[in-house]
C-alpha cells in the first residue's frame, strides 16, 4: 500500500498543515503553479520523492533568480505507475476548462487516475475512471474556502481518496450570538 499526497497551486507558499500531511505519506505529487524551490523542499514524504510539473505561473519572471535551474528541469506532464495502476499528472491549463474531464480522460485512458490544477477548486471526480482529481490550491492564493489537498491511497486490489481541507489561516471565528 502507497499513500500518495495530492497538492496544486502554491504560488510561492506552502500551508504548513499540508506540509505536515505529506510528512505521513511515502511520495508527494505537485500539480504545477509551484512557485519557488522552497515549496518542493518542503515537501517531505518518507520517501523523499516528489514529483511536480509546471504550471502557467512556473515561468522564470515569476520564480526567484536563484531557483531558475530548478524551474528549468520540471516537466509538463508526470505518470507514476502506482500499485494498481497509473496516476496522471498535469497542470490542466493546456486544456480548456469546458468538457475539461471528458478531454483529459480522452488523453489518457490508460490512466486509474488524473491529477490537474490550475483552476484552484476542490473537485473528485470518481464517477468513472480514470478518476479525475483537482486538490485545490494548497497555498494563500485563491484557496476557494481554504487551502486543501487530497491523499490517495493505492494498492494492487484498490484506491481510495482522502481529501483534505483547512480553514483559512487568520480566518476570524464564528461570532456567537448574545443570549437574550
Same mark, same amino acid.
Request: positive net charge; hydrophobic residues 40%; aromatic residues 4%.
Given at each position: 500500500?502507497?499513500?500518495? $499526497?495530492?497538492?496544486?497551486? /502554491?504560488?510561492?507558499?506552502?500551508?504548513?498543515?499540508? =506540509?505536515?500531511?505529506?510528512?505521513?505519506?511515502?511520495? =508527494?505529487?505537485?500539480?504545477?503553479?509551484?512557485?519557488?524551490?522552497?515549496?518542493?523542499?518542503?515537501?517531505?514524504?518518507?520517501?523523499?520523492?516528489?514529483?511536480?510539473?509546471?504550471?502557467?505561473?512556473?515561468?522564470? @519572471?515569476?520564480?526567484?533568480? $536563484?531557483? @531558475?535551474?530548478?524551474?528549468?528541469?520540471?516537466?509538463?506532464?508526470? /505518470?507514476?505507475?502506482?500499485?494498481?495502476?497509473?496516476?496522471?499528472?498535469? *497542470?490542466?491549463?493546456?486544456?480548456?476548462?469546458?468538457?475539461?474531464?471528458?478531454?483529459?480522460?480522452?488523453?489518457?485512458?490508460?490512466?486509474?487516475?488524473?491529477?490537474?490544477?490550475?483552476?484552484?477548486?476542490?473537485?473528485?471526480?470518481?464517477?468513472?475512471?480514470?478518476?479525475?482529481?483537482?486538490?485545490?490550491? =494548497?497555498?494563500?492564493?485563491?484557496?476557494?474556502?481554504?487551502?486543501?489537498?487530497?491523499?490517495?491511497? $493505492?494498492?494492487?486490489?484498490?484506491?481510495?481518496?482522502?481529501?483534505?481541507?483547512?480553514?483559512?489561516?487568520?480566518?476570524?471565528?464564528?461570532?456567537?450570538?448574545?443570549? *437574550?
Amino acid at each position: 500500500m502507497l499513500r500518495v $499526497a495530492l497538492l496544486s497551486d /502554491t504560488h510561492g507558499v506552502l500551508d504548513g498543515r499540508i =506540509a505536515d500531511l505529506v510528512a505521513d505519506c511515502d511520495l =508527494a505529487v505537485h500539480g504545477g503553479d509551484i512557485g519557488c524551490a522552497d515549496v518542493l523542499a518542503g515537501l517531505k514524504p518518507r520517501s523523499g520523492r516528489v514529483a511536480a510539473v509546471l504550471g502557467n505561473n512556473d515561468v522564470p @519572471q515569476k520564480w526567484p533568480a $536563484a531557483d @531558475q535551474q530548478l524551474l528549468g528541469t520540471l516537466p509538463l506532464e508526470v /505518470t507514476e505507475d502506482l500499485p494498481g495502476g497509473r496516476l496522471v499528472v498535469v *497542470h490542466g491549463h493546456r486544456t480548456p476548462a469546458k468538457d475539461r474531464h471528458a478531454k483529459l480522460r480522452r488523453r489518457f485512458p490508460d490512466a486509474r487516475a488524473i491529477v490537474y490544477g490550475h483552476s484552484h477548486r476542490l473537485v473528485a471526480d470518481q464517477e468513472v475512471e480514470p478518476w479525475v482529481l483537482n486538490p485545490g490550491a =494548497a497555498g494563500r492564493e485563491r484557496t476557494c474556502g481554504g487551502p486543501s489537498c487530497m491523499v490517495l491511497t $493505492a494498492s494492487h486490489e484498490q484506491w481510495s481518496l482522502a481529501v483534505h481541507r483547512f480553514a483559512l489561516a487568520g480566518a476570524p471565528r464564528p461570532r456567537r450570538r448574545p443570549d *437574550h
